[in-house]
């Protein structure tokens, strides 16, 4: 019996909506369960774990010209909470619960080109079972198929790993140039041939606050960098572009939503870059945003 059969071929109801009935027949062991995908499609994505996936702290400036003002005195940043290596995909309501969702994700397409799946964009019981065993292997959490922002940012950052500028889009120079890879959320620093500082996942701007692309240089550096605007926190902050800067954010970079135009990384990544970079350097940033 191949696995459409075991996991798709008999719908029948369940409780909280409708599901494909993996019924086993004698002898054969019972798959998991996939649920049927009743969510609207305009449902928002909410994590997929109880307590996981923090919202985005702090919120970028939304500053898109002016530089920002030099604050009066050095306010020391706070250090992270909790587990900063926590990966906690987001996901329709109706999806959370599942053992392997059944729900098209929003980077559907993305993941299963990642995977080496059929990139047909379409979530099939073949595509949960791979996307499943990825998450599983990643510590992506929950484990159930559904391809969201989270399982694209670690596929992405894997391949990049593997071949990390494909279509050679980061500039070779004698100096340090900062890339920013915005189709794929992905940056690092290469001088000449080296690559000084390892490619990592970052958050650009999202719709209506887009990263700015092409040339830029680092013009002002504020380790302890506060936001006037929001009284919050935007440690290491190196502003390459008006109120556009790296800064560190705490919690999940990867959220279904992007920056204010600032381009995000962990804490642990913006202080390491922060002993890479130095004022003058180039930034080279190209792409869009995806769903921005």
Not at 24 to 42: F, H, T, Y
Not at 93 to 105: D, E, L
Not at 168 to 180: G, I, L, Q, S
Request: proline residues 8%.
């Amino acid at each position: 019996m191949s696995l459409f059969v075991l996991l798709g071929v008999l719908l029948v109801p369940a409780s909280g909506g409708g599901a494909f009935a993996d019924g086993p027949g004698p002898g054969e062991a019972r798959g998991p369960e996939v649920l049927a995908d009743v969510s609207d499609p305009g449902d928002e994505l909410v994590p997929g774990v109880a307590g996981g996936g923090r919202a985005e702290y702090p919120m970028d400036t939304p500053d898109q010209v002016l530089p920002p003002l030099q604050p009066g005195s050095e306010v020391p940043v706070p250090q992270p909470e909790g587990d900063a290596d926590e990966r906690v995909e987001y996901m329709p309501r109706s999806a959370v619960g599942a053992a392997c969702t059944a729900a098209t994700g929003t980077h559907q397409r993305q993941v299963e080109r990642l995977l080496g799946l059929k990139a047909d964009g379409k979530q099939s019981a073949a595509d949960c079972l791979a996307v499943r065993a990825f998450q599983v292997k990643q510590k992506i959490k929950p484990a159930n198929g559904y391809a969201g922002p989270v399982t694209w940012a670690r596929a992405e950052l894997l391949a990049a790993r593997k071949s990390l500028d494909p279509k050679r889009r980061c500039p070779v120079r004698k100096y340090a140039v900062a890339c920013v890879d915005l189709d794929r959320q992905l940056m690092w620093v290469r001088k000449d041939k080296k690559v000084t500082f390892a490619v990592v996942n970052i958050r650009s701007g999202r719709a209506g606050y887009a990263t700015r692309t092409g040339w830029h240089s680092v013009y002002w550096r504020h380790k302890d960098h506060w936001s006037s605007i929001y009284n919050t926190p935007m440690p290491y902050s190196q502003f390459f572009s008006g109120g556009q800067a790296f800064h560190a954010v705490y919690g999940q970079l990867a959220t279904p939503t992007g920056s204010r135009g600032c381009v995000n990384l962990s804490h642990a990544h913006a202080r390491k870059l922060w002993d890479v970079l130095r004022k003058g350097d180039r930034v080279y940033i190209w792409g869009k945003r995806p769903g921005s």
